[in-house]
């Protein structure tokens, strides 16, 4: 069956450094991976879609890969602030999306 | 700004009751989801709807139906309401195609007694 795995454990770092999250899946063939920004008690929001043809796409901070061979994506936050905690999903699909678990960022000021 | 509105943020219903999740858009999409989210298992789709009045099962329809009689309204039904679909309940609309993201509501939790 298709699965989408994130980071389990949660992520603590310091302001100022680099977030790295991962999505593994399996059984997949997606050619869009997208991710999202969760806060808590709120609904999720669309921060980037890569196509599988893209290896790379920014946007300000946030640095996404897509790696079809390895079947993973990276997500970075670079000069990470402490407004940048939340929870990152990512999430597979085309017509519907199937999201991952999410990863919980913590940035320490 | 675009906008999907959830009629409710927090409910309170008995077992056996029959449970009504309103979701609108202003974006004229085509596309609109039920999602339901619980702690470690992620977002799972109910029930999802390209137009007006098509709809489909997602992951998980049992116990759920959805109405979408105008392009705008998406409904989530409960038949009859059963303790372990108490949840957080979100609705999220998407313009046709696959390049674009999603755009949520801000969710129903829902505690069923």
């Known amino acids: 069956s298709q699965k989408i795995e994130q980071n389990s454990e949660a992520l603590n770092i310091q302001e100022g450094k680099t977030a790295t999250l991962t999505c593994n899946y399996t059984n997949y063939s997606p050619a869009y991976l997208q991710w999202y920004r969760q806060d808590p008690g709120r609904g999720p929001v669309f921060l980037l879609l890569i196509r599988e043809n893209e290896k790379e796409k920014r946007k300000e901070r946030l640095k996404v890969t897509f790696d079809t061979t390895l079947k993973q994506s990276l997500f970075h936050i670079t000069a990470s602030q402490p407004a940048d905690s939340a929870t990152y999903l990512c999430a597979l699909g085309d017509y519907k999306l199937s999201f991952g678990a999410g990863t919980t960022v913590t940035v320490r000021a | 700004d675009v906008k999907v509105t959830q009629s409710s943020r927090y409910l309170v219903k008995r077992t056996g009751e029959k449970v009504f999740l309103e979701c609108v858009q202003d974006m004229d999409h085509e596309n609109m989801f039920w999602y339901r989210q619980d702690p470690g298992l992620g977002l799972r789709l109910i029930y999802f709807?390209?137009?007006?009045?098509?709809?489909e099962k997602g992951d998980i329809p049992e116990g759920y139906s959805v109405s979408r009689e105008k392009k705008e309204r998406f409904s989530l039904i409960l038949e009859s309401a059963s303790t372990n679909q108490t949840s957080m309940y979100l609705c999220a609309s998407r313009e046709q195609g696959a390049l674009y993201g999603y755009t949520f509501g801000s969710g129903t939790r829902l505690t069923v007694v």
């Open positions: 709807s390209y137009d007006v009045k098509m709809k």
